[in-house]
């Protein structure tokens, strides 16, 4: 994984001072890289059946329509509140000033449909375990969580899979 690490750019003090932002636009612009972490997102999954991934907006997006296609399976998007066009159920979630909400279709998943969620980081891990509940709330089982970056210190991980969520991110980053 060193060398999906090594394609990650770090950019200090962004959004905020003391922040170390994980930025992994140049991770998807190096087509190495990129196929790798595709592949690499879906190994500790591999023999599992999965109906759906479901990706975190935006770069869940990007990361999520790829494995779909890898995968040869339908893609979910989960978005903010007030972003999809149709019926939606949504699913709250503590910030550290205040609340946000995702979103998706009612139509998404199917009950009991198997679920795959991707994003590129976890962090506290709050929009991801929204997301887990948003999709066991459609009747979806989610099957894993797969994630580029894990930042280990602020323990998302941890949160999800006191949900009973298998996790695996492909490289960890020390501070936030």
């Given at each position: 994984?060193?060398?999906i690490k090594?394609?990650?750019?770090?950019?200090?003090?962004y959004p905020?001072?003391?922040i170390m932002?994980?930025?992994?636009?140049?991770?998807?612009g190096d087509?190495?890289?990129?196929?790798?972490a595709?592949?690499?997102m879906?190994a500790p999954?591999?023999g599992?059946k999965?109906?759906?991934?479901?990706g975190?907006?935006a770069?869940?997006?990007?990361?999520?329509?790829a494995?779909?296609?890898?995968?040869?399976?339908?893609f979910?998007?989960i978005?903010?509140?007030?972003?999809?066009?149709f019926?939606?159920?949504g699913?709250?979630?503590?910030?550290?000033?205040?609340?946000?909400e995702?979103?998706?279709?009612?139509?998404a998943?199917?009950?009991?449909?198997?679920v795959?969620?991707?994003d590129?980081?976890?962090?506290?891990?709050g929009?991801?375990?929204?997301a887990v509940?948003l999709?066991?709330?459609?009747?979806a089982?989610?099957?894993?969580?797969?994630?580029?970056?894990?930042l280990?210190?602020l323990?998302?991980?941890?949160?999800?899979?006191?949900?009973d969520?298998?996790?695996?991110?492909l490289v960890?980053f020390?501070?936030?």
């Amino acid at each position: 994984m060193d060398h999906i690490k090594a394609a990650i750019r770090t950019i200090p003090d962004y959004p905020k001072p003391g922040i170390m932002f994980r930025d992994i636009t140049t991770l998807l612009g190096d087509a190495r890289a990129f196929r790798a972490a595709v592949d690499a997102m879906i190994a500790p999954h591999a023999g599992t059946k999965i109906d759906k991934v479901a990706g975190i907006e935006a770069r869940g997006f990007i990361l999520g329509g790829a494995i779909a296609h890898q995968l040869s399976i339908g893609f979910v998007p989960i978005r903010k509140k007030g972003k999809l066009p149709f019926d939606t159920i949504g699913q709250s979630y503590e910030l550290e000033y205040g609340t946000d909400e995702v979103e998706m279709h009612t139509d998404a998943v199917k009950p009991g449909e198997r679920v795959l969620l991707v994003d590129d980081l976890i962090a506290t891990g709050g929009t991801a375990e929204a997301a887990v509940k948003l999709l066991r709330r459609a009747g979806a089982h989610v099957e894993g969580a797969s994630f580029v970056v894990d930042l280990p210190e602020l323990r998302g991980v941890e949160r999800l899979r006191a949900l009973d969520v298998p996790v695996a991110a492909l490289v960890a980053f020390e501070g936030h």
